[in-house]
């Protein structure tokens, strides 16, 4: 069996689909702290409510389904951690503590845990970013992140644990609504498109940062785990890149299917935490390493967001 923590989340929704498509359905374990929104989560497989800050759950779970593979996806993403700091840092690192700890216990074949673009400061060097280099990140998130990949490093080392890492660039998917990172502008501007509203950006109108689309993150992260592990070199996290644009060019290529989409500009705090982090990845090693190769421009995104969303228009609820 396969453990999903964080099964609801952005990623998390995503893996658990494709995870469910690859293998048998009830072999996909998607565990959250809340019931899901999406009721296929709970209807095409097994679901446990879970919460990874309660160690003895977690041990139960893991007693219960001595999962092959943990994925562990549970976490505060930049902005929300940046206004809740203890809670953001211990669910980041507690969590991935109790997971790591546990998956040694039960003997886990392999973990999966996602890093980010966020273990970069201000003082990285921002245009292709390299594997290696300088990381002072000046977010609660990206402290965390950037500790965790040190704790995997260290249960690799130490415990002999198969525990697998991408930095991931700002996401963007249509299945799911943004949940508090900075780089959400960019998933929120397709659904005003859509809508036929104006979007107010939260990000000054040339802020370039690392970007994918959902489809290329899954093929990165079951490809890295599918690789044989001595391909797997790096066991603190790979960088992985796909484009980088800023919102004007977001916005031109959203106005090459909806010509009178309208955008302003009004940054706000997260416009220091895009500041902080780099414009462009430099990936070499995980194309070197175990084939890394992406699918997804920013036209060929626009045109696929804009279609599904189109699609689903009346059911993508504003909830959030
Ligand atoms: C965030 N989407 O904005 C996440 C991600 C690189 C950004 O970590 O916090």
Not at 7 to 14: I, R, T, V
Not at 169 to 182: D, E
Request: proline share 7%; glycine share 6%.
């Amino acid at each position: 069996t396969i453990l999903v923590i964080g099964a609801c989340g952005q990623l998390g929704f995503e893996l658990t689909h494709a995870l469910r498509q690859r293998y048998a359905a009830d072999h996909v374990i998607a565990a959250d702290v809340r019931r899901p929104q999406q009721p296929e989560l709970q209807e095409a497989g097994p679901f446990e409510l879970l919460d990874v800050l309660d160690r003895p759950r977690l041990e139960a779970i893991i007693d219960q389904y001595r999962p092959k593979q943990i994925y562990h996806l549970a976490a505060l993403l930049s902005a929300t951690a940046e206004k809740n700091p203890e809670f953001g840092w211990r669910l980041n690192m507690d969590g991935l503590l109790n997971v790591l700890d546990l998956a040694v216990k039960y003997k886990v074949a392999q973990v999966y845990w996602p890093s980010s673009i966020a273990v970069f400061g201000p003082d990285t060097p921002r245009q292709n970013t390299p594997q290696l280099t300088i990381m002072n990140p000046s977010t609660v998130y990206g402290i965390s992140k950037l500790a965790g990949e040190q704790w995997c490093e260290w249960y690799h080392k130490n415990h002999g644990l198969d525990v697998r890492s991408l930095r991931y660039p700002g996401l963007i998917s249509y299945k799911t609504l943004p949940g508090g990172g900075t780089t959400d502008y960019a998933v929120d501007i397709y659904h005003k498109a859509v809508a036929g509203q104006p979007y107010e950006c939260f990000l000054q109108k040339d802020t370039y940062l690392p970007m994918m689309y959902m489809p290329d993150a899954l093929k990165a992260t079951l490809d890295l785990m599918h690789a044989p592990a001595e391909q797997i070199k790096i066991r603190s996290s790979y960088n992985l890149g796909a484009m980088s644009f800023s919102p004007a060019e977001i916005t031109a290529a959203i106005q090459r299917h909806e010509p009178d989409f309208e955008v302003t500009y009004k940054p706000d705090s997260r416009q220091q935490i895009a500041d902080s982090w780099p414009a462009s990845i430099d990936d070499s090693r995980a194309r070197q390493d175990w084939g890394w190769q992406p699918e997804f421009d920013l036209d060929k995104m626009t045109a696929d967001m804009l279609l599904h969303l189109h699609q689903a228009e009346p059911q993508v609820a504003e909830s959030r």
